[in-house]
């Protein structure tokens, strides 16, 4: 029962920065998941997987598994890197590479 702490990174469908901030417990699984033969549903008797615990900071997430006796790993957060480009510049007269179709 080894838990996760990680802070999300950001989905494609999003161009902000929401829901990133936050730093999430989750729990890795135990049991496999299994298909079931007739329906072909995909289910799992680990309930621990549905449980997702959210923090303000690390700090808060690794006192938490600490407090409650779990173990844990600490994923470091990877920060997105920033292009300081604009739409235009692929029009640039100065363009460095030419633009061709």
């Given at each position: 029962?080894?838990?996760?702490?990680?802070?999300?990174?950001?989905?494609?469908?999003?161009?902000?920065?929401?829901?990133?901030?936050?730093?999430?417990?989750d729990y890795e699984p135990e049991?496999?998941?299994?298909?079931?033969?007739?329906?072909?549903?995909?289910?799992?008797?680990?309930?621990?997987?549905?449980?997702?615990?959210?923090?303000?900071?690390?700090?808060?997430?690794?006192?938490?598994?600490?407090?409650?006796?779990?173990?844990?790993?600490?994923?470091?957060?990877?920060?997105?890197?920033?292009?300081?480009?604009?739409?235009?510049?692929?029009f640039k007269f100065n363009r460095?590479?030419?633009?061709?179709?």
């Amino acid at each position: 029962m080894v838990a996760r702490i990680y802070r999300p990174a950001k989905t494609a469908m999003q161009s902000g920065k929401a829901k990133t901030q936050r730093w999430v417990l989750d729990y890795e699984p135990e049991v496999a998941k299994s298909v079931e033969p007739l329906m072909g549903y995909t289910s799992s008797s680990d309930m621990k997987q549905q449980v997702r615990l959210f923090f303000d900071s690390q700090e808060e997430a690794v006192a938490y598994a600490k407090r409650i006796g779990i173990p844990h790993r600490v994923e470091k957060a990877q920060d997105r890197k920033i292009r300081g480009s604009a739409y235009a510049d692929n029009f640039k007269f100065n363009r460095v590479a030419p633009w061709t179709h």
